[in-house]
């Protein structure tokens, strides 16, 4: 069994999902647009991907990389995994499972299901209740455990939006990325091994990786914050850290209001419907908790847009 | 003084205005990812514009192909043209001032008084009362008159998206452009100049073009509809019409409840948020009101974003 997770992977993990993702597209933008202090940065916009964030990469990497029995897949999220796990196996004509803890919101609930997954809505409140019980699932019936990041496949997926964005801006300086469970800073360090510098950025109420890295191993971490849902988790997984300690240059820290704000001037300034997370790194460079240099050339991952915000129910105005 | 608005007239204003505007960016999809039709299409995301329209192109080159006197600018809009006018002269460090029908909405003339343009509110509640009072003011003052479609400069500096366009989608066979007064649809016609196919696309509620090229010349039609704040004008103007007679292949008629519906797919499937305007030609495609041939390239102007949708300020939960 391969357990590296580096370039080559990553490239082979590209080959085979390429046909089933988008090439999510980047614009360059500088401070003076949304009245922010001096920066110069270029955007990927990885919310405009399949079921709305970075998660369908990894998705299809297990689904393609991995054996998926006749039983299917099983993951367990209420939120972007979830989503991207039930398309992706929509999309290959597999059988998919997903369990979700019982404060799973009704919209989260119907995306999953319209995707064709069958959802199985657990007694507990937390995310953990419904691992276990995809876990027991997966023994029972044989299904494909998809981890939503502590699983190489999750990783090698989520590092080609590295690859694809070395490609699109061969000339970064410096990479801001959003951190949960690490999947994707992971995947996107070990795509670049030092090349470009890559830089954590978490929610002060969620700071998982900022806890892991002090320690020196994965510890449990606050889990609390607007980008809760898709940045809180108990602890970063164990093959993303050693990447982690190798690779990325330091975490920043926000706070929730910077990236409210951010949420904000991102759909004013830019036109960009960003949920919380998708917002956290654009939130260090927009208020300054990241300060590149003069003429220092920084890509953001703007890596989510599920969000509620948005309703033409009411037969929206024009602005 | 120059009236041609072709190639040459273009890339000039293209020139001009290239470090104040964005290259928006491209992003490819296909029908499937609608669960609509069979159609291979890109998406320009002119709606990620400053001003979140196309219509800050034409209002820098107004103003950077014109003289501008130091009484300003002045335009007559309570919609995108008058915020992209606004927006323009504030980085220009231009006086502006806009006039808008009594009926504008509170966050328009906030939008336009926040780029620093004096907002004048006429008594009459039409676009025709706004511009007749501009044009006077215009006279008494000296300030440039920014019309919104006829007027040379306009329809060059919106020709510079379809300039664009070609030069990062070589290949395009066909473009659907939206229309309303008709200034994109000629920039756009008059860049390709039939190289690509241009093809109109219009709400039935607002049939500006379809009338005009049957009747033979420009003439009043309907103003009604849901995208009318941004596609109903009276009529097409002067400058664009035998540009369309020459060089749009046909105009395709959209109801308003495929614009509607092609807001929420755009939001649901792509996570990308539209004004009505803005959502017109990708309608035409998505709903079989333009049925592509087989491997077809069909080029597709998501020409503007400005709507109230999206409202974060209930602090939305992810979906």
Chains 1, 2 share one sequence.
């Not at 999902?17 to 980047?26: A, N, S």
């Not at 019980?133 to 023994?139: D, I, L, N, T, Y």
Request: hydrophobic share 50%; glycine share 12%.
């Amino acid at each position: 069994m391969d357990l590296s997770i580096d370039r080559a992977g990553i490239a082979q993990a590209y080959g085979l999902i390429q046909p089933h993702i988008r090439k999510t597209p980047l614009i360059e933008v500088d401070g003076a647009e949304f009245g922010q202090g001096a920066f110069h940065s270029i955007l990927k916009l990885e919310l405009l991907q399949h079921a709305g964030s970075f998660k369908a990469r990894g998705a299809f990497a297990n689904l393609l990389l991995r054996a998926v029995p006749a039983a299917g897949v099983v993951a367990a999220s209420g939120g972007n995994h979830g989503v991207a796990v039930a398309y992706a196996a929509m999309r290959l004509g597999k059988l998919a499972r997903i369990f979700v803890p019982s404060i799973v919101s009704a919209a989260k609930a119907a995306r999953i299901r319209e995707f064709g997954a069958e959802l199985v809505v657990v007694t507990g409140t937390r995310y953990d209740d419904a691992l276990a019980a995809s876990q027991e699932w997966a023994r029972e019936s044989g299904a494909l455990q998809v981890h939503a990041f502590d699983q190489r496949e999750t990783l090698l997926g989520q590092g080609t939006v590295g690859m694809e964005f070395s490609q699109q801006a061969p000339e970064l300086d410096t990479l801001l990325v959003a951190v949960g469970g690490g999947g994707l800073i992971a995947g996107v360090a070990a795509w670049f091994e030092g090349r470009v510098r890559v830089i954590g950025v978490e929610p002060e109420a969620a700071p998982t990786l900022t806890r892991a890295l002090a320690a020196g191993r994965p510890v449990e971490a606050e889990m609390g914050g607007i980008a809760a849902d898709s940045l809180a988790t108990r602890q970063v997984g164990a093959l993303m850290f050693p990447i982690a300690q190798r690779y990325v240059e330091r975490v920043i820290l926000v706070p929730d209001e910077a990236i409210e704000a951010a949420q904000q001037l991102l759909w004013k300034s830019l036109r960009i419907v960003t949920e919380p997370g998708g917002a956290a790194a654009s939130a260090a460079l927009l208020f300054g908790h990241y300060q590149p240099a003069p003429r220092e050339r920084v890509g953001v991952l703007v890596c989510g847009g599920n969000t509620t915000a948005v309703d033409f129910g009411k037969r929206a105005a024009s602005v």
